[in-house]
């Protein structure tokens, strides 16, 4: 059954401790992303790959950071420096659209982080 | 990098009335945009996208209507039900894969 997992669903984590949430997609898909959820303000991205070993920061990269050493997994670090990290977390993987752009993003169900 | 404004944030309309939802982008080199609804406690699922080589696309009672030009682009929905109760969110992207989103709008349909 294809499709996007995040692991875990729900964290908890003290202040000062960094956490890694886990992205893997079985897709085959190029492209995957982080994007941070809070009320209100939609989907903010925090960071993309377009290939392996390849990534670019988004709008709020700052306090984050990631890896993609495979195609299919694109973990997100969140670590101390990251001064509101309680939110919802999404994950999505796509294949390139027509023309050189994006194609339709699949979400993970997402991962809902609580610093304590 | 890309910059989505969306309205209205909140939506009430009644069973069997149409819907609007309106975006704005900025970035003139997007070339793909997606309408995403999200249920409570569920992820982000596409219901319908535009390129921009198109000026409208509909789906049986989505629609959706892109003004290059005035770089705005607005998704409608008619005959609404309860079950399209949910948040909508707009979506642009420039052909270097950097998606942004609008902030959402919360659209209830009353019985």
């Known amino acids: 059954d294809g499709g996007i997992t995040q692991s875990p669903k729900y964290l908890f984590r003290k202040e000062g401790q960094n956490v890694t949430l886990s992205c893997e997609q079985n897709l085959n898909h190029d492209a995957m992303y982080w994007y941070r959820q809070d009320p209100g303000q939609g989907l903010r991205l925090i960071y993309y790959?377009?290939?392996?070993?390849?990534?670019q920061k988004g709008d709020i990269a700052e306090g984050y950071s990631v890896s993609r050493e495979k195609k299919e997994s694109f973990p997100l670090t969140v670590t101390s420096a990251q001064k509101n990290p309680t939110a919802f977390y999404l994950c999505?993987?796509?294949?390139?659209?027509?023309?050189?752009?994006?194609?339709?993003?699949?979400f993970g169900e997402g991962s809902r982080l609580t610093v304590l | 990098g890309e910059n989505v404004e969306q309205h209205p944030s909140t939506l009430s309309v009644q069973e069997g009335d149409s819907a609007v939802i309106k975006c704005t982008y900025s970035?003139?080199?997007?070339?793909?945009f997606p309408w995403y609804k999200q249920e409570l406690g569920k992820r982000p699922q596409l219901i319908i996208d535009?390129?921009?080589?198109?000026g409208e696309k509909k789906d049986q009672r989505i629609a959706v209507t892109l003004n290059k030009t005035a770089k705005h682009f607005s998704l409608h929905i008619t005959e609404t039900q309860p079950e399209d109760s949910a948040v909508y969110f707009c979506a642009a992207s420039p052909p270097h894969n950097d998606m942004r989103f609008g902030a959402g709008t919360r659209l209830t349909v009353k019985p």
């Open positions: 970035d003139s080199a997007s070339n793909y």
């Open positions: 790959s377009q290939i392996v070993n390849d990534f």
């Open positions: 999505a993987s796509s294949l390139p659209g027509g023309g050189g752009g994006t194609g339709e993003l699949f």
């Open positions: 535009i390129r921009s080589n198109v």
